[in-house]
């Protein structure tokens, strides 16, 4: 379960526009890479990216996307994996359903409570 200052960790990794876009992109596949052909034995699952790969959409260094995903791994809403020569990426889904949860529950609680806010 998400406490509080996990939520927020994740808002302020998201609160920078190129981590957001990269989170975007990886999220919703906007990435595609290529698997290692050296190593047959590597299994990647194809919704990953690596991070070459997301480099070389923005004119940034590699170090500088690096820090970047190292924020998002650090809030807990991407996951790195080396396989190989390559580091794949993906969403962790479990955390983002969390989160995806809590705004649920505050949709539920503002509607059903709605004249709370609005009493005229």
């Known amino acids: 379960m998400l406490d509080m200052q996990q939520k927020i960790k994740i808002f302020k990794a998201l609160g ?27 299994k990647v699952s194809p919704h990953a990216t690596c991070v070459s790969t997301i480099a070389e959409h923005f004119d940034f ?3 500088t996307i690096s820090k970047h995903l190292k924020e998002l791994r650090e809030a807990g809403i991407i996951t790195m ?29 503002f509607d059903s409570n709605r004249e709370l806010f609005f009493k005229a």
Request: aromatic letters at 10%; a neutral charge.
């Open 16 to 42: 920078n526009e190129t981590r957001f876009l990269i989170f975007k992109n990886v999220f919703t596949g906007g990435y595609t890479c290529s698997l290692d052909k050296k190593d047959k034995n590597v």
């Open 61 to 63: 260094a590699l170090p």
């Open 81 to 109: 994996e080396k396989k190989s020569n390559k580091i794949y990426i993906e969403p962790n889904m479990e955390t983002i359903r969390e989160l995806g949860d809590c705004f649920n529950t505050l949709v539920e609680n």
